[in-house]
T-cell receptor, first 113, second 109 residues
Framework: AAGVIQSPRHLIKEKRETATLKCYPI?????VYWYQQGPGQDPQFLIS???????DKGSIPDRFSAQQFSDYHSELNMSSLELGDSALYFC????????????FGEGSWLTVV | GIQVEQSPPDLILQEGANSTLRCNFS?????LQWFHQNPWGQLINLFY???GTKQNGRLSATTVATERYSLLYISSSQTTDSGVYFC???????????FGTGTRLLVSP
């Protein structure tokens, strides 16, 4: 079965640079979520989209922005990168906003040097 | 916000042993999922179980929503079961999962 696809899987950026992560949800899923997992920590909710509109917002820094496009894929843009942004970034998707399983992608490893 | 506590924090088993992982949460929930994060970082969904009991092979889970806890049972453990097990809940109705701190499981041959 098709899963959530994330790209790139790994990237290395320097401080103050910009990074963009892409996410392709499971076909027919209309809701996309972004999570950030720092080293040794549990995943933290960043932001979600339902039917291409922002649905909810968590602890997402102002330097980060995200959107969901007409084909339901989503992108997370991170600017002015800091060393503390080094983390594993997950995209997840579900059918509908409530009462359904959320499926996670394999994650994108971001290292800021 | 809702608090999620998992126990034990660490668990070491011999291959073939059984184990029970616990997740306590501080409020009623709309969603509860168990995940296995393997050593490569992948978060694999095990169960969507806001209430009731489910089984999938050697794994089963029970959530007692009225008492605000969930249990994950692993039977006949294998080395590939090693990793971190997370319980994650949502009480907003918008699938904004809050993760517990996880149980780190090591299964030795």
């Amino acid at each position: 079965a098709a899963g959530v696809i994330q790209s790139p899987r790994h990237l290395i950026k320097e401080k103050r640079e910009t990074a963009t992560l892409k996410c392709y949800p499971i076909p027919r899923h209309d809701t996309v979520y972004w999570y950030q997992q720092g080293p040794g920590q549990d995943p933290q909710f960043l932001i979600s989209f339902y039917e291409k509109m922002q649905s909810d917002k968590g602890s997402i820094p102002d330097r980060f922005s995200a959107q969901q496009f007409s084909d339901y894929h989503s992108e997370l843009n991170m600017s002015s990168l800091e060393l503390g942004d080094s983390a594993l970034y997950f995209c997840a998707s579900s059918l509908g906003r409530a009462g359904n399983t959320i499926y996670f992608g394999e994650g994108s490893w971001l290292t800021v040097v | 916000g809702i608090q999620v506590e998992q126990s034990p924090p660490d668990l070491i088993l011999q291959e073939g042993a059984n184990s029970t992982l616990r997740c306590n949460f501080s409020d009623s929930v709309n969603n509860l999922q168990w995940f296995h994060q393997n050593p490569w970082g992948q978060l694999i969904n095990l169960f969507y179980i806001p209430s009731g009991t489910k089984q999938n092979g050697r794994l089963s889970a029970t959530t007692v929503a009225t008492e605000r806890y969930s249990l994950l049972y692993i039977s006949s453990s294998q080395t590939t079961d090693s990793g971190v097990y997370f319980c994650a809940v949502d009480n907003t109705g918008f699938q904004k999962l809050v993760f517990g701190t996880g149980t780190r499981l090591l299964v030795s041959p």
